[in-house]
């Protein structure tokens, strides 16, 4: 039995299009091979939703995993993943992902681990984020997001409608549509540089070639592409 296989027993997973293939193949990706960085760990899990990569975040062996998420509706639906004992290592809190992190730097919070699990292009202040994350002692940060693709060290400019529960939460107050950023893959490179940290790219179409289903859009060709990568301090 795979990780995420009672997604498909969940109401709300099949009708967003995910279910427990895509998720089984991305926990793969994303949090099985680093079990040994997560054995032990203290997470932060940014943006996280109704919790699903928390939970498995902490089913990898984390020792507590403190997750943020703006939206209190997303944060009720981890009452509907399986109540099973590495679940009470999961503290879901409601808030601004900014008033957090720079919240725990203030306190002098500290994190072995970080996860940006489909946050990173709902955003504007990247650098700004990297860097806080920095203060916060992280030695493995683990991001997945949209990436544009094209030449150059380039953040592309959209717009968002915040009503729609997976995209950026309002900026100001009352406003309907939210401007964010999708890196480039150099952008992203750069700024992990700059704040002390290697990037290293998941080889995903390689990994997956044989069966790409469900994962369509890790192998765009135009525009924008999702992808994973980590980062670790040089050295």
Known sequence: MAFFDFVDRMPGYADSGTNADRMNKRHAMLVAPFADHLDGARVLDLGAHDGRWAYALAGAGAGEVVAIEGRQSAIDRFALLPDVPFKSRVSMRQGDLWDAVEGFVAQGETFDVVAL???????????????????????????????????????????????????????????????????????????????????HWDNTQKRFAEDRAGLGDYFRPDRKRRAFCYLMPKG
Request: proline share 2%; with cysteine.
């Open 117 to 199: 699990f489909g946050i990173y292009y709902h955003i504007m202040d990247h650098f700004r984020l990297l860097k806080l994350i920095q203060q916060l002692g992280a030695k493995l940060v683990l991001v997945d997001s949209e990436f544009a693709l094209g030449h150059g060290a380039t953040i592309t400019l959209v717009m968002e409608d915040t009503g729609k529960a997976s995209n950026a939460t309002p900026q100001v107050e009352g406003q309907a549509r939210a401007v964010v950023g999708i890196p480039s893959f150099t952008a992203m490179e750069r700024m992990a540089e700059a704040v002390g940290y290697d990037c």
